[in-house]
């Protein structure tokens, strides 16, 4: 049995997004339950010459690893594992998780430990600057979504416009009108965001926005920068709940001065919030401004990658910020907010109205 | 749901087969259908300090390699497969099909051109000498048994003695009772078996018996040699059907003369079994004579890993020969065919009788 839509999603990871050619060893690695893409990817990247090396994760071995592991486990990436990351020209990882809290009852320092031994191999992948990140319909994404596992491939597929006669057309053309969003916003000072709760400004003077075409993340759809570390001022009401490290955050409030968080709340997960605020020097800037542009998501799903762009959305991170943006604010921790806009919100650059209730004036994102 | 056999087979791969220790790099390759076993050994890995490298197959993956790969696909093993095994110090492979037919339609041609592809591989793993190969039971390998699941897994479990307190000690003492007849057999120099369509001689002189103590196969066994190569003479009827290349070969007769195979047919599979003696110019010679010990095993399954073990059968393989018992018989071709002795077959070293209608004389193996 084939889904025609998972054969378009295999082109646009294969094709479009990695630009997979004759001889590329490509990794593609995901779990066992996104065996359909992982098959369909496989005999694509055959296709086109490619070399396919599937990496399967097995659901409860990561949970086994924590239960097990020694010291030593923490200390060093297998050397076999860095050299296959090192010998791969591109990268295709596919999440499909058979239980989105199966890491609930581990403890945060390790897996903080693991993710810091395997921080080389992020880097290897983010190096080779082929890479592409998406994620298959399982039930435990439905159920994380409250959803059928029906009704959420069809919000999945929708989100990556896969019913269009043409996905590769429709993700350059929405690139083509977020390039045009990106020259209006790299001509602006400032930007201020209004909404319930919400009423903030910042610089992103001098700072380049990228481009969110489709190619890294599937679904995409956002254009984002890293905004000038000092100059956030007022407050934002992140009304959209996240799941971060296997629990819930939602209901959060920052206000800002000079850029810096100086007073916050949460409606649930305030303890955990205020650990990430204060993890380190950077912890309370901010790191990243997004505003998503798909508008083929119809809500909100606690998962991030969905979430972030969804249209009628900002972002911000605080923490780290990407270094190609300009953004020079270094922190360990990178956490994504989400301020809907859509009830009632308005965007600004240098006092223009750029959307109005979650809706673009003079952009169209479909 | 943990099956303590599955814990005691784990511990046998990992402690007596491979003697896996802290910082080893251990590649567990398998079907996903070995999922069970895989988390075992996983965990058995981490425990002894080794590091666990899983590379987990998905079943359907190897036809669309077959249907859709290029000439190219077939001329280079993928270099980061390569630098994997080169990198990994032991081995431990899981075979778990889901569909013991999947390759049928396949072109043997491709099967062998891949094989040859990944030729290096295998001879990185011989190479490395710390490997093992055992089976997990599915639903499939029950079927082509034809045994429900639940029966097969206690046919397989008992073929392993993997219901003794102490399974390696168990492996142990059968290695030790194989080593003393091992001692009885390097002094013999003509072999002679014969039984219900069968009466051949071959001489051992000089030849080295290699133990099969459940180290390299689990279920084992067996010890066996590299007959002389122009020594059988006589005629043998291989009266265990053998599963090869997704077809069945069966009731085969073949006439030595000077070791040469001068005379054959089958029941069943005549064609595959002409191929195979006219591949080269030594598929006509003997590469192995193996004697069965495993009295654990109660009948054939048209499963070489245990079909070959059966206590009162004794294997021959035409083709090439293993270097190390002294063998120089060179040929593409390694195909065991297995002689059933248990219905008044006599097995003599130098004339003295050795085994009766499949029971041993002298030696005891359970």
Not at 94 to 101: E, G, L, R, S, Y
Not at 126 to 145: H, I, M, N, V, Y
Not at 199 to 222: A, H, I, Y
Not at 269 to 284: C, F, I, K, T, V
Request: proline residues 4%; negative net charge; aromatic residues 8%.
């Amino acid at each position: 049995m084939r889904d025609e839509r998972l054969g378009k999603l295999a082109r646009l990871l294969v094709e479009y997004s990695i630009g997979a050619g004759e001889g590329d060893q490509v990794v593609v690695s995901g779990g066992v339950a996104a065996e359909p893409l992982i098959k369909e990817v496989y005999r694509r990247l055959l296709g086109v010459g490619a070399v396919p090396i599937p990496q399967v994760a097995l659901p409860g071995v990561q949970e086994i690893f924590f239960q097990h592991a020694k010291d030593h486990h923490y200390e060093k990436t297998p050397p076999v594992l860095r050299a296959l990351y090192e010998g791969a020209d591109a990268f295709i990882s596919i999440m499909a998780p058979k239980n989105t809290k199966a890491l609930a009852a581990v403890d945060p320092k390790k897996q903080q430990a693991l993710g810091k031994r395997d921080k080389a191999l992020q880097e290897i992948v983010l190096g080779k600057d082929r890479w592409a990140l998406t994620l298959f319909p399982t039930d435990a994404l439905a159920q994380e979504s409250e959803m059928s596992l029906e009704g959420y491939e069809e919000f999945v597929f929708a989100a990556m416009a896969l019913d269009e006669d043409d996905p590769v057309r429709y993700w350059r053309e929405k690139a083509g009108e977020q390039g045009r969003l990106i020259e209006r916003l790299e001509k602006a000072d400032e930007i201020r965001m209004t909404g319930p709760g919400t009423d903030l400004t910042l610089s992103v003077k001098g700072r380049k926005f990228l481009n969110g075409d489709g190619k890294k993340n599937m679904p995409c759809g956002e254009v984002f920068t890293g905004p000038v570390e000092d100059s956030a001022e007022g407050e934002v009401f992140f009304g959209i709940p996240v799941a971060v490290g296997g629990r819930e955050v939602s209901g959060v409030r920052l206000r800002f001065e000079g850029g810096k968080v100086v007073e916050s709340s949460a409606e649930k997960g305030q303890e955990y919030l205020n650990a990430m605020l204060d993890a380190d020097e950077g912890s309370r800037y901010l790191g990243e401004l997004g505003i998503g542009t798909n508008y083929g998501i119809p809500r909100a799903t606690k998962n991030i990658l969905f979430d972030e762009k969804l249209g009628g959305t900002v972002h911000l991170a605080v923490g780290r910020s990407y270094a190609e943006t300009g953004g020079t604010n270094d922190s360990s921790v990178h956490w994504d907010l989400i301020c809907d806009l859509r009830e009632g919100g308005e965007l600004y650059a240098d006092g223009e109205l750029l959307q109005k209730s979650g809706e673009f004036l003079g952009y169209d994102f479909g």
